[in-house]
């Protein structure tokens, strides 16, 4: 499997990921640079946590008109699989690849600990390695995680089956407890909690790594 790992300024979790995905997968991914206009063949594309250009306007806001995001929607168009964890999830919805926005957290505040959740579909290339209805722990770490929609796309996202993963205790406020959402293909995954971060048991859990690992089994 061939992937890509998108850095922008600010991001902190790129080299997280890149880790990861090369103990799983055994090969280093691309870093590609916010300010390029293509990417090379890849299977996957990342967009990883972080506080890309300082949080300026929105989380998000300005990442989502780098170039590099031309790039990604045309891939993400061709069904390329995207993965946006944390900021990456912000930038998805700012840049209309994913449903919903990001708001502040309901208590304000920053939140860095590990929460539980339910795979809430196992329908999907990166949920294919869980079992629908499984609880996982992974951690967060974001001040502007609170999920937001309209009642109207909340009920279509719930319809199609967007609905990813959802907080077990939710700790900031989003809408129905939504942790993480699909496009309507599946192709593409915006979470907020950070899978890189417990990829092996010296994390604490590995609870992480099947994402990884569904990936690579689905794409065969």
Same mark, same amino acid.
């Given at each position: 499997m061939k992937a890509a790992v998108i850095v922008f300024p600010g991001s902190n979790c790129d080299r997280d990921v890149a880790v990861a995905l090369e103990q799983v997968t055994g090969t280093p991914p691309a870093m590609v640079w916010h300010r390029d206009s293509t990417l090379p063949p890849v299977d996957l594309i990342v967009l990883p946590g972080g506080f890309s250009h300082g949080d300026y306007l929105r989380s998000g806001a300005m990442a989502a008109r780098a170039p590099i995001m031309t790039s990604i929607k045309e891939r993400a168009a061709a069904g390329v699989l995207v993965l946006g964890i944390c900021n990456g999830f912000q930038i998805l919805? /700012?840049?209309?690849?994913?449903p919903g926005a990001l708001m502040r957290n309901a208590g304000l505040k920053f939140i860095c600990r590990p929460v539980r959740l339910k795979v809430e579909s196992a329908g999907s290339a990166f949920t294919r390695a869980y079992r629908a209805g499984e609880e996982v722990t992974i951690p967060i770490a974001h001040a502007d995680g609170n999920f937001f929609a309209d009642d109207d796309?909340?009920?279509?996202? /719930?319809?199609?089956?967007?609905i990813a993963f959802r907080y077990l205790d939710n700790p900031n406020g989003s809408a129905r407890d939504i942790a993480g959402v699909f496009n309507e293909a599946r192709t593409v995954l915006g979470l907020m909690p950070h899978p890189e971060r417990v990829c092996e048991p010296t994390h604490g859990s590995a609870d992480g790594r099947k994402m990884f690992e569904g990936i690579i089994s689905a794409l065969g």
């Open positions: 919805t /700012e840049a209309g690849l994913l796309t909340l009920k279509r996202i /719930e319809d199609k089956g967007q």
